[in-house]
């Protein structure tokens, strides 16, 4: 893909003053998150010896701070894959063992994921829709948050979503070479945190929906074969460590339900068979638009929508463990628009679906995936869903686009027109002011660790 000057230069200020922002927020005066703590020792612990990758050392100090002791914390191995700490060793190497050193990699990775939505926007659409998700990507609460702190969340997203284009480009021109490197970069996101093996659902669905016969060839298969070889060395550390128990020890550690992803499962062949069944567009727009009613008329979403529209709303974040785990199963969906109303423009992109040859549908499927998988977990934290949030914002800024253009399209009065696009460019300055809004009170602040 080719760039041009103006768009490198557009693409550049917009990253920059995001990197620039998101190391601001860094630089706020704030605490460290558990986690942030942990990763950073375990790196600089990596950095000495690669075998000694436990958090062991913070037992003592929860004990001394009458702190219930996490049972990972007692565990000869961390419960997440080496990766990202990794990562932090090898850049430790170079900068020296702070928090500002081990900083840099979760903003690269941010700005990595400001860059890939340029690239998913283009690619899929035009220029003018990757500059606007590459803005909507920089301003967004939840990639500027997950930047800001020193959390795996950016690095695994930029590598899953980097698969996934990978893989819808493979699919689309029929390059299957393409599926090797996915297999790597898929490789990476598994070895970074264990939902990056969501990329292997996500794939199949894109391959399933766009070009069938990839399954027919060796190419395709080689994609979950080079990721799974990639993942052996820590299934293998896990086995020398736990032994037989190394199942139980896993569903332990990570409280995790079978059950989510069967119903994640089930609920994506089910949409699968509706699919089929639903050929006309006129009845997949039906459906869709009243599943997208069924949700946003709950009471709970109504006062998101209330929340949306009140530029002065600031929304709930804190330091409180658990804080929203007992939320309704539309938390995401509230709180997603509460964040930015650009995610409100993202819901209403779901129904290109209806569409015949929507090229939305591979922007809505990784998305779909992760939030269907995240709301049946529970457990809700808004930096589960920043893989969903870059498909979203992409969306969004196609969705945005659209109307613009429809806009130009449908009225013949020039007068019309330009009444129209005023009023709808009023409805995007408030969207952006607003998501800034939210930025610049909660967001540069840095003072949480749930959000």
């Known amino acids: 893909m080719k760039i041009n000057g103006p768009t490198a230069i557009c693409l550049a200020v917009i990253i920059l003053a995001a990197g620039t922002l998101r190391f601001a927020g860094f630089k706020s ?52 894959p080496p990766l990202f700490c990794y990562m932090l060793s090898a850049i430790f190497k170079i900068g020296g063992a702070t928090y500002e050193t081990a900083s840099v990699i979760s903003i690269a990775f941010g700005l990595m994921l400001v860059f890939l939505s340029f690239v998913l926007g283009s690619y899929l659409f035009n220029r003018v829709t990757g500059l606007c998700a590459a803005l909507l990507v920089a301003i967004d609460p939840i990639n500027w948050a997950c930047s800001e702190k020193i959390w795996m969340e950016t690095s695994l997203v930029a590598f899953m979503w980097l698969a996934v284009y990978l893989i819808i480009k493979a699919s689309i021109e029929k390059r299957y070479y393409l599926y090797y490197l996915a297999g790597i970069v898929s490789g990476l996101a598994v070895l970074t945190k264990y939902p990056g093996f969501l990329v292997i659902p996500v794939g199949f669905t894109i391959v399933a929906v766009e070009d069938r016969r990839s399954f027919r060839s060796a190419h395709f298969w080689m994609w979950p074969t080079i990721t799974l070889v990639m993942f052996a060395p820590w299934l293998i550390w896990n086995v020398v460590v736990y032994g037989n128990g190394l199942a139980e020890k896993i569903a332990f550690l990570h409280e995790i339900r079978p059950h989510v992803v069967l119903l994640s499962a089930g609920a994506i062949v089910a949409a699968f068979i509706t699919a089929r069944f639903l050929k006309a567009p006129a009845a997949r727009l039906a459906l869709l638009s009243a599943l997208l009613i069924f949700v946003f008329t709950r009471q709970y979403a109504v006062n998101g929508i209330v929340n949306m529209l009140n530029a002065a709303n600031v929304p709930l974040v804190g330091w409180e463990p658990g804080m929203f785990q007992h939320k309704p199963w539309i938390f995401y969906f509230r709180r997603m628009i509460e964040l ?112």
């Open 29 to 80: 005066p704030h605490g460290m998150t558990w986690d942030e703590e942990f990763y950073v020792q375990m790196g600089d612990d990596l950095s000495k010896d690669l075998s000694n990758y436990n958090c062991r050392f913070f037992v003592d100090i929860f004990k001394h701070s009458n702190l219930a002791v996490p049972e990972y914390l007692n565990e000869p191995l961390f419960k997440h």
């Open 340 to 451: 930015s109303p650009f995610y409100f423009f993202a819901f209403a992109g779901l129904l290109f679906l209806a569409k015949k040859g929507s090229k939305e549908k591979f922007l809505i499927i990784p998305a779909l995936w992760c939030l269907l998988f995240f709301v049946v977990w529970g457990s809700y934290q808004s930096r589960y869903i920043l893989f969903a949030s870059i498909g979203m914002l992409v969306l969004a800024a196609r969705t945005a686009i659209w109307c613009w253009e429809k806009i130009g399209e449908k009225t013949g009065s020039a007068t019309t027109r330009m009444l129209l696009r005023s009023c709808f460019s009023i409805i995007l300055a408030y969207a952006v002011v607003k998501t800034l809004s939210v930025d610049l009170s909660v967001v540069i602040t840095n003072d949480f660790s749930y959000f």
